[in-house]
């Protein structure tokens, strides 16, 4: 049951169990102001203890209670009679007084934490991060309106291409070189297969008698090429001597 002071609005916490429907005497702990409290909420102020006491010092009169007293107050009156204050229960005070040592503690945290968040005016605001560039290939993407999570197949198809060609360059003169070596090394091997076959005809002549009209017709052919092209370079020997002079 939560009660509240009616002079500071100080508020606590008690058991529903301490303060009865017939009402209960209570004092604040932080002002120390009494009132009676009631169950169902309602508070009634208790005169304060000064005046308690004077009243009760002052004699109070003696009524003999006889018919012509009766008949003498007036229909309606109402004899107030003077109620003694009740001391304040000592379980009670204390749980009073431990709630108004949590309330005040609250209070002080509540204005620590309010202290500590204020931002420090000395301190300096660090400059944002900048953020880094995003690559030109999304900025590409993003002005063509695709914003999508593949890439784009034309995209994909130009950079496969252009790696075709590039690498379609890089091959055709390894495959020219390749070729002219391949042919280089296949006259060479001709040249020297001929030659061999040329110098060996008398030797395979004397070693197989049946192949003796084909070495001879073999020979003759290759001097009669080798004649032809020693006539050809001795007149390019005779032009350029021409020419020289």
């Keep these: 049951m939560r009660i ?3 002079n500071c609005a100080a508020q606590y916490e008690v058991g529903a169990g301490l303060i009865s429907e017939d009402g209960r005497d209570v004092q604040c702990s932080a002002c120390g102001h009494t009132w009676k409290q009631f169950g169902d909420g309602r508070v009634e102020e208790i005169p ?5 006491d004077a009243a009760a010092d002052e004699p109070e009169p003696e009524y003999e209670a006889d018919d012509a007293d009766a008949e003498e107050q007036p229909e309606g009156e109402v004899t107030v009679t003077r109620v003694p204050r009740r001391e ?4 009670a005070r204390r749980i009073l007084r431990e709630e108004a040592q949590r309330e005040a ?3 002080r945290t509540r204005h620590v934490t309010a202290i500590e968040m204020q931002p420090d ?3 300096e605001v660090a400059p944002p991060a900048e953020e880094p560039a995003a690559p030109a290939y999304s900025a590409q993407r993003r002005r063509s309106g695709g914003g999508g999570m593949f ?3 034309e995209e994909i198809n130009s950079t496969l291409s252009a790696g075709t060609e590039a690498d379609r360059d890089l091959t055709e003169p390894a495959s020219a070189s390749g070729a002219f070596r391949s042919g280089f090394l296949l006259m060479l091997a001709l ?3 001929i ?3 040329y110098l060996a005809a008398p030797w395979l002549a004397a070693q197989v008698p049946a192949l003796e009209p084909a070495l001879a017709g073999y020979v003759g052919g290759v001097n009669s090429f080798r004649m032809a092209v020693e006539g050809l370079l001795q007149g390019a020997a005779e032009w350029i001597d021409g020419l020289s002079a």
Excluded at 48 to 52: G, I, L, W
């Design 4 to 6: 509240t002071c009616p």
């Design 48 to 52: 304060d203890e000064d005046t308690s």
């Design 88 to 91: 304040l229960d000592p379980d």
């Design 105 to 107: 503690a609250r209070r």
């Design 121 to 123: 005016p000395a301190l």
């Design 151 to 153: 890439p784009d197949i």
């Design 191 to 193: 040249a020297i297969l």
């Design 195 to 197: 030659m061999a076959l």
